[in-house]
């Protein structure tokens, strides 16, 4: 009886610890660190994350906003580039880099107070076609102002 009594207190923590294991995989994954930098393409320099993917700003946002206009809908085809960080990294990049709280946990990195996002028809490094949607999708220079130049 004595045996019983000693696994059963045992038990308690160890049940809890798993618990809180397990919830704790049932949050969104915000995702690695995401390094920003700058590249040439064929509309000037832009700014880009680590492995070349160009981001854009989103018109309908609020600069210097704490959230993004840009719903669940929207995120399907321009999902936000997302980092675990509150500290984010840049490299060539001469505006603020910060951050705002994401939808779905973790942040959405923003430039000089925009939030950025990807563009889901950018297949491979290097491409823009997301440039200049809608009148609405504008790809970013180093120093945070918007490019125009469509440069498809």
Request: proline fraction near 5%.
């Amino acid at each position: 009886m004595r045996l019983s009594r000693g696994l059963a207190v045992l038990a308690v923590p160890v049940a809890l610890v798993l618990s809180t294991v397990a919830l704790a995989g049932c949050a969104a994954d915000p995702g690695p660190v995401v390094m920003l930098t700058s590249e040439h393409s064929s509309a000037g320099t832009v700014v880009t994350d680590a492995s070349g993917r160009a981001v854009y700003l989103y018109t309908k946002d609020q600069q210097h906003g704490t959230t993004t206009a840009c719903d669940a809908t929207c995120l399907a085809s321009w999902p936000a580039v997302t980092t675990a960080s509150t500290e984010p990294q840049a490299t060539g990049i001469t505006a603020k880099v910060g951050e705002i709280p994401a939808a779905g946990g973790g942040y959405q990195l923003t430039l000089d107070g925009w939030p950025l996002y990807y563009f889901d028809g950018d297949t491979t490094a290097g491409m823009i076609k997301g440039q200049g949607i809608g009148g609405q999708w504008w790809l970013l220079a180093p120093d945070g102002s918007r490019v125009t130049d469509i440069g498809r």
